[in-house]
């Protein structure tokens, strides 16, 4: 009983934590970015985050060319032709384009680093063409040498003041390193030049709580433009970026703070080139940001950093030597470049800037400066992160709810289809209405809630069940056999204990002059054959399917058709008696070799409803059957000695037998003590009975009580002595002729009840 509660309160508390912890997951995917990762907490929420941003990348990159279908009917593919018009096309960005330093740019141009009169070209080119914004994601730490008495670096530097007249900008980039290495070592602050003023020209517009500065960042010295090139006026610009713990690359830094001065990044500061807007980011208390365009947000991390939304590589691109070797004249070039915003990069295998990412495992670098200037020019932002948890959350209690009240039907597999349902319907759900809206459910959180309970449950359940098959082998390996025990075991919802009505069919077997016979043996010997009969007694039982209800001193009682049903109980419980009968001379042989005495056995039975289960109290209980029918068949056994009988039977049961291999006789009826309703008694014989043995003589003891019946008592009495002439210790058919001679003698004492036996004995 006690580890009954144990089990019934360990299955909601183990649900409970599973469901508290996949909510804290939720909640800790919200502010993970904001911790410091050196601390338990955020290695713990930077592990866990870790899995929800796998399969986060997983389910973009399977919807991603549906999300980009669902992108403002304004954005035109590369053929010029409106994208929800031919669902079958990809979106192409027409805003953004590439010039790409690609393998075939390095082999005809055959010069690494790309020399810079190349890009001075480039430049002059794309001022022809009519490019407004340019954004090299190439650094120029270091001075070119003297070509032909000229300065390459001279010679870019008046191509980027070319190009920067008539509102156009060129930047160029640098990176950005915090206060230690990787290695964990303090950086020398020699290695950290101070900020040109310069760099102010593309200073943010801030709005912050005060002393709630993002965290701070330095120039790395070793990548920062030449000054020369600085001089042109030439915007600048950090690309520094930094992989999750798992190595993807998901997060951009898009602002930066420089002694407490916020500067942008390539994206921004290009975007804002091109769109010709000066936007405010807002510092927050807790040291995120966030920049609203159009009336959406999107939100920094205290890092300075945000979330990529990936379009891949859905950008028209240019090879850098087709754009230098393109004549001014040419159209499609003007019409590639006019009024766009592009960017210059390596997609080249050789030149080492490919990074893994969740759409591509070798994304060239400048493409995420590129998908992050698409989010911008297009508010293609993630939706604001507390609603992607709400969301979850919603659906995390939703879909526990559906789970819960599932589980209460204790169907093992309607838990597991409605498990399947609900996470194929919110997969299915994600798929065609949260990812393109740009909602970042925690998924991964919500599923393994779903499955750990699940789990969790079919665990309890296992063992609940694992607990109840060893009781109901502990409970009636002692009552039935084995192979009953196995029955039951395979379908325990069919075992009902405790008091259950039951069609069954009881039997009662005693051992007659018990207490003579036992006062001639020593309590060995009587040990010894008692459990000799008792034991060879029981093996039928169980060899026919019953049930042993229990031993009285040398009594047996025995059920069949409890607890499991088994067919025509009836049938197996008078099989039984018959066996018992048949091997009782091998028993008394056995006895008789040992000096001593022979048991005689009177079994009587009946088949009606009882109550049948464990009963007793809360401690101590036994399995067994209750009522009138099993009294009945006490008193049947009972009744044996007085009709010297070995196996009665009432009518009962006997209405339930098939006859075909039973030979049995009418006895009497009788009215048994405590009752008012008569009820026809048989005899069923067995292979050592004499009527078994002499089948005339049982035919002519059935005719001669049919006679009885008819009130015939003259011819009944001349057959009755036929069958006692054969069967001369027949008790049965000696008180018959009796009653025929009595009724002879005097006919007023035939009644009409005459054929019914009163008992006024047990």
């Known amino acids: 009983m006690f580890s009954k509660r144990i089990t019934k309160f360990i299955r909601p508390l183990g649900m409970f934590i599973i469901i508290f912890f996949a909510a804290m997951c939720v909640f800790g995917a919200n502010f993970a970015q904001n911790i410091n990762k050196d601390s338990i907490l955020g290695a713990f929420l930077d592990y866990t985050v870790s899995f929800e941003s796998r399969f986060y990348d997983s389910r973009a990159k399977g919807a991603l ?36 330093i690609d393998d075939y740019s390095l082999q005809k141009i055959s ?50 003041r070319n190009f920067q007249q008539d509102e156009r900008r060129v930047f160029f980039a640098y990176s950005l390193v915090d206060k230690k290495t990787k290695e964990g070592e303090p950086i020398d602050p020699d290695a950290l030049p101070e900020a040109p003023v310069e760099m102010l020209n593309d200073a943010l517009q801030t709005r912050t709580v005060p002393e709630r500065d993002i965290f701070p960042s330095h120039i790395g010295k070793y990548t920062f433009p030449i000054q020369e090139l600085v001089e042109s006026e030439v915007g600048l610009a950090s690309i520094s970026s930094s992989e999750d713990d798992d190595g993807i690359f998901r997060q951009y830094t898009l602002i930066s703070n420089i002694d407490s001065i916020y500067y942008g990044s390539l994206a921004f500061n290009t975007f804002e080139a091109w769109s010709g807007t000066k936007n405010t980011i807002t510092i927050s208390g807790d040291q995120s940001g966030e920049l609203v365009l159009k009336g959406k947000k999107l939100e920094i991390n205290s890092a300075g950093k945000t979330k990529i939304r990936y379009i891949g590589g859905s950008f028209r691109t240019k090879s850098l030597y087709d754009v230098v070797q393109a004549d001014d004249n040419d159209e499609k070039m003007r019409k590639f470049f006019d009024g766009k915003l592009v ?46 948890v709400i969301y979850s959350l919603w659906l995390l209690a939703f879909s526990m709810l559906i789970v819960i009240l599932v589980f209460r039907f204790a169907n093992a597999f309607f838990d597991a289809a409605i498990v399947i349902l609900v996470i194929a319907g919110s997969f299915y759900a994600d798929r065609i209405y949260f990812l393109p809206k740009g909602f970042e459910l925690k998924l991964f959180y919500c599923y393994f809630c779903i499955i750990a ?310």
């Not at 407004?132 to 870019?156: A, N």
């Not at 591509?360 to 020019?377: C, E, F, R, W, Y």
Request: net charge negative; glycine share 6%; hydrophobic share 35%.
């Open 111 to 160: 010069s690494w680093p790309i020399p810079r009169t190349i890009y001075a070209t480039m430049l002059d080119k794309l001022r022809v063409f009519g490019a407004k914004v340019v954004g090299f994601d190439v650094m120029f730490p270091e001075k070119s040498p003297m070509i032909d008495g000229k300065s390459p670096d001279k010679i870019l530097a008046d191509s980027i």
């Open 343 to 388: 960017y210059i990069g390596s997609t080249a295998l050789g030149a080492h800037d490919l990074r893994p990412s969740p759409i591509d495992s070798k994304m060239p670098g400048v493409l995420s400066h590129m998908n992050v200037a698409h989010m911008l020019i297009n508010q293609y932002f993630y939706q604001d992160t507390n609603d992607s």
């Open 453 to 762: 309970c699940y789990s969790w449950h079919t665990f309890i359940q296992f063992y609940r069940a694992n607990k109840e098959k060893k009781q109901i082998r502990g409970t009636f390996q002692r009552y039935v056999s084995p192979t009953v025990v196995d029955e039951m075991l395979k379908d325990p919802e069919h075992i009902q204990v405790g008091g259950t009505k039951m069609d069954i069919t009881c039997l009662f077997s005693d051992v007659r002059d018990f207490t003579s016979i036992s006062e001639g043996m020593t309590a060995t010997e009587l040990a010894h054959s008692l459990n000799l009969y008792m034991g060879r007694m029981t093996d039928i039982v169980f060899d026919t399917k019953g049930t042993l209800d229990k031993y009285i001193g040398d009594a047996i009682v025995a059920l069949w058709g409890a607890p499991l049903p088994i067919g025509n109980h009836a049938q197996h419980a008078v099989e039984g008696a018959i066996k018992m009968m048949t091997v009782l001379p091998e028993i008394n042989e056995e006895f008789k070799k040992l000096g001593r005495p022979e048991f005689l056995v009177g079994i009587g039975l009946n088949t009606g409803e009882c109550s049948v289960g464990n009963m007793g109290s809360s401690r101590i209980f036994s399995y067994t059957a209750l009522g009138d029918n099993m009294n009945l068949g006490a008193r049947l056994e009972s009744l044996c000695k007085h009709y010297g009988t070995q196996i009665l039977i009432s009518e009962y049961t006997l209405a339930r037998l098939d006859k075909t291999n039973i030979r049995l006789r009418p006895i009497d009826k009788v009215i048994v003590k405590g009752k008012t309703t008569p009820v026809e008694i048989f005899e069923v014989l067995y292979p050592q009975h004499p009527l078994w043995i002499s089948p005339d003589l049982l035919q002519t003891f059935n005719e001669a009580h049919a006679l009885f019946l008819k009130k015939e008592f003259s011819a009944a009495k001349n057959l009755f002595e036929k069958v006692l002439s054969g069967y001369e210790t027949d008790k049965s058919a000696k008180r018959f002729k009796e009653y025929c001679e009595k009724f002879l003698e005097h006919p007023e004492l035939v009644k009409e009840d005459f054929e019914v036996t009163k008992m006024t004995e047990k």
């Open 65 to 100: 060319d549906e999300n980009l279908l669902r992108l403002e009917d304004k954005q035109t593919t590369a053929e010029g032709q409106a994208a929800s018009e031919d669902p079958k096309k990809k979106f192409v960005d027409d805003d953004i384009v590439l010039i790409q």
